[in-house]
């Protein structure tokens, strides 16, 4: 007779690798201890006087209802962290209209991280489905979701086991290979797939000076044009001045394989210096200046928190393409940002992150702080990105402001997104800088009511066409915890704005209802 057990592993034995290898890790028990599973479900009527952002004189009044189901499992066992949450959206209109012409639609995100092997085999995995905007220039798909124009759905997933290993105090090394796929249902995004090894190997000589090698390198194809390679080494070096100062240093090669739009060479060696300084547990810097094969290169990052404030700003310059921001979504967390404000008060991460979740719902702030579009792009693109976001809580308020620029220049050729703008706007997305800027200021009405104010602005320019998009919206809304699962809210919303190649602006007055039940 056959045991549980044995069943099991000859069940994981007949699936791909990188399945199983989740399977199993899924299948043992000190993993399960934790799992939480929350249903809920979302009921949401809308009133808009302009459905597809169209001219004034070409609006159209309509009512939405929206009922979303959805499924949350959590599990924070020492051996497995698991967040995977679904939810399903389902349309109904008070009448025809060419627009608003979808009945349902699909959102999932999860991620993963498992330890097989104490101390040392490790498993990372994500994927996620969702709305994306087509271009920057188009209409805004955030508050629209039931509409079609310039929105694909994407989906992505990764899997990633690696092994790290110290080796006494000498050096500790990490070893790791990802197996990702990216796709949307928008011709001439391609369906990709990657394979990818990153090495590193680091250590320290006395109390002063640190040392680290890199190795990575990804294989990328897309089914279209040729495979793509890409990689680098480096090696780094810091120096501690003093306690708080640390001096940094490293070189290394970048290696693209990719047909260049300016007909350089996409490899080169590269370099960069610059300096770690943190004074206390609340406050961290690091910052560089350096050269890469495309050119100059800088990179900051600093955070800062006090009793009641959390602070964040950084820059950072790299080469990207649409399916890494995908893969690694890049939008500033709402919760992210709380959680560096509330270290020191929940010291137990677990339960720091429950009561963020808690606050943010309670609060009715905004999941992610303004943030870029990412278009669909197919190409390499040199990105240059600000952001600097902060929170500020009060006796009875809250108050978020984020600010954001980037600039992005299309590296690769052209003829890789010939399909997805077409022949009139196929190099809009060539060259592009957008800006943007979001306020959400939260008030304690009781301790089950609270008022909630919102204002924020997008604006994309194509730096090679006279093209710009503009979208301004505001926000006023009432919520009410009317049950122990239960709250609700009302919200007035007026946007206004352009769209590239429309005949003129647009203006929407909108009136939304919500109701959330957790059970």
């Known amino acids: 007779m056959v045991s549980p057990e044995r069943r099991r592993a ?9 399945t199983a290898a989740a399977v199993a890790l899924l299948l043992a028990p000190a993993c399960r201890a934790e799992l939480k599973v929350e249903p809920s479900a979302r009921f949401q009527q809308t009133y808009t006087d302009n459905v597809s952002l169209a001219p004034p004189e070409q609006a159209r009044g309509l009512w939405i209802s929206e009922l979303t189901p959805g499924i949350a499992v ?12 679904y939810e399903a959206h389902l349309y109904a209109y008070s009448r025809d209209d060419p627009a608003a012409n979808q009945s349902l639609s699909h959102q999932f995100n ?20 969702r709305q994306q905007a087509v271009s920057a220039f188009g209409p805004p798909v955030a508050d629209n979701t039931y509409l079609t124009e310039n929105s694909a759905k994407v989906k992505n997933y990764s899997l990633s086991p690696y092994l790290t290993h110290r080796f006494g105090r000498l050096a500790s090394a990490d070893l790791r290979y990802t197996h990702d796929v990216v796709s949307a249902d928008s011709a001439g995004f391609n369906h990709s797939k990657a394979d990818s090894v990153q090495g590193s190997l680091g250590g320290e000589v006395g109390p002063r000076i640190g040392w680290g090698l890199q190795y990575y390198r990804q294989r990328l194809e897309d089914g ?12 780094n070096g810091s120096y501690l001045i003093a306690t708080p100062l640390r001096l940094t240093a490293s070189v290394g090669r970048d290696q693209y394989r990719y047909e260049s739009q300016a007909g350089d060479s996409p490899t080169g060696k590269s370099w960069s210096v610059g300096f770690g300084w943190t004074p206390s547990s609340r406050t961290s810097v690091t910052a560089s200046v350096g050269k890469r094969y495309f050119g100059d290169s800088y990179h900051l990052d600093a955070v800062h928190r006090t009793r009641a404030t959390a602070w964040s700003v950084r820059y950072a310059t790299d080469v990207t393409t649409s399916r890494d921001q995908f893969l690694l979504p890049a939008s500033v967390s709402t919760a992210d940002l709380l959680d560096r404000m509330y270290a020191g008060a929940i010291p137990d991460p677990a339960q720091r992150r429950q009561a963020i979740d808690a606050f943010i719902r309670a609060n009715g702030l905004p999941r992610t702080l303004t943030d870029s579009v990412n278009y669909l792009s197919n190409r390499y693109i040199l990105q240059k990105q600000f952001s600097a976001s902060m929170a500020w809580t009060l006796a009875h308020s809250v108050l978020v402001l984020s600010v954001t620029d980037e600039r992005r220049n299309a590296l690769s ?65 009432l919520s009410r915890q009317l049950g122990r699962q239960l709250d609700g809210d009302i919200e007035l919303r007026r946007q206004t704005g352009s769209v590239a190649g429309a005949g003129g602006g647009y203006r929407e007055n909108a009136i939304v209802f919500h109701l959330n039940q957790r059970f």
């Open 110 to 129: 999860g991620k993963l991280h498992a330890e097989a092997v104490a101390g040392l085999l490790y498993l990372d995995a994500a994927g996620a489905y």
């Open 74 to 85: 959590r599990d924070d066992s020492p051996r497995l962290q698991l967040l995977a949450a």
């Open 413 to 477: 050729s052209v003829q890789s997104d010939s399909t997805l703008l077409g022949s009139r706007f196929g190099s809009l997305n060539d060259n592009s800088h957008q800006r943007g800027g979001n306020a959400t200021f939260n008030y304690r009405l009781s301790p089950r009511s609270s008022l909630n104010l919102s204002a924020n602005v997008n604006k994309a320019d194509s730096l090679v066409q006279n093209a710009t998009s503009i979208n301004r919206a505001f926000r006023l809304a």
């Open 10 to 18: 000859l069940g994981a034995a007949m699936l791909p690798l990188p």
């Open 224 to 235: 279209v044009g040729p495979t793509t390679i890409s990689g680098n080494v480096g090696l």
